[in-house]
């Protein structure tokens, strides 16, 4: 989730394992949620999608949690890689006016996979 | 690679100067976002141009300022830089105003000393 202070939380995970990244997000009213993966020297990379009316979504390797009660997001990746090691973000989007989406993202998780 | 380039890679200027970073958007996208990125943190949401207007705007100052072409590629101008300005500014393409899904380009980095 939401961390303090300067470092980002980090999740240190051997190859294979799986792996679950938590966000929590602070406006009710959001209602479209997207996961990033951002590598060193990268910008951020969309890997996940779930809106509000969903509580569950699967993709290839990965799947999104979202828990509105308590406002909560989770990714879980499967037969995690070498490969997956980067930053993953949460980002909450809440409708604009005109059709857009106002993203906001979280701090970010360090996701570290040991081989 | 996403296709959407940024220019420059990286950039060092001094407090109270002006700075400009351009963004080329990916092919057939016609919505551009703006982000700063500050060391340890998520991407912050300045604003986006749709079809050459500006069409929502984050939190931040006048002095960021932007604009974009009708070839949908895109600025960012920032005036009286301030050392907390120093950041990685991204630019996303999407196709559509209303569409979520967001292409990122790999950044500028800007120090401001």
């Known amino acids: 989730g939401e961390s303090v202070g300067l470092h980002l939380p980090t999740l240190s995970v051997q190859e294979g394992d799986n792996s679950i990244i938590n966000c929590a997000y602070s406006?009710?009213?959001?209602?479209?949620f997207i996961w990033y993966k951002q590598e060193s020297g990268k910008g951020p990379q969309f890997i996940i999608d779930i809106r509000s009316n969903m509580d569950k979504r699967q993709g290839q390797r990965v799947t999104v949690l979202l828990n509105k009660t308590v406002k909560h997001l989770s990714l879980q990746i499967a037969a995690t890689q070498p490969g997956d090691s980067a930053v993953y973000f949460c980002?909450?989007?809440?409708?604009?006016?005109?059709?857009?989406?106002?993203?906001?993202f979280g701090r970010g998780t360090s996701l570290i996979v040991h081989p | 690679e996403t296709g959407v380039t940024q220019s420059p890679t990286h950039l060092i200027k001094t407090r109270g100067q002006q700075v400009t970073l351009r963004c080329s958007s990916q092919?057939?996208?016609?919505?551009v976002s703006w982000y700063q990125q500050a060391l340890g943190q998520g991407p912050q949401f300045i604003f986006q141009y749709y079809r050459e207007e500006e069409n929502g705007r984050g939190n931040f100052p006048p002095r960021f300022s932007g604009l974009q072409f009708p070839n949908y590629s895109s600025e960012l101008n920032v005036n009286a830089l301030e050392l907390d300005d120093s950041a990685l500014y991204l630019c996303?393409?999407?196709?559509?105003?209303?569409?979520?899904?967001?292409?990122f380009g790999p950044g500028t980095r800007l120090t401001v000393t």
């Open positions: 092919s057939g996208h016609n919505t």
């Open positions: 996303a393409s999407s196709l559509g105003q209303g569409s979520e899904e967001q292409y």
């Open positions: 980002a909450e989007n809440i409708s604009a006016s005109g059709g857009s989406y106002i993203p906001t």
């Open positions: 406006n009710s009213a959001s209602d479209y």
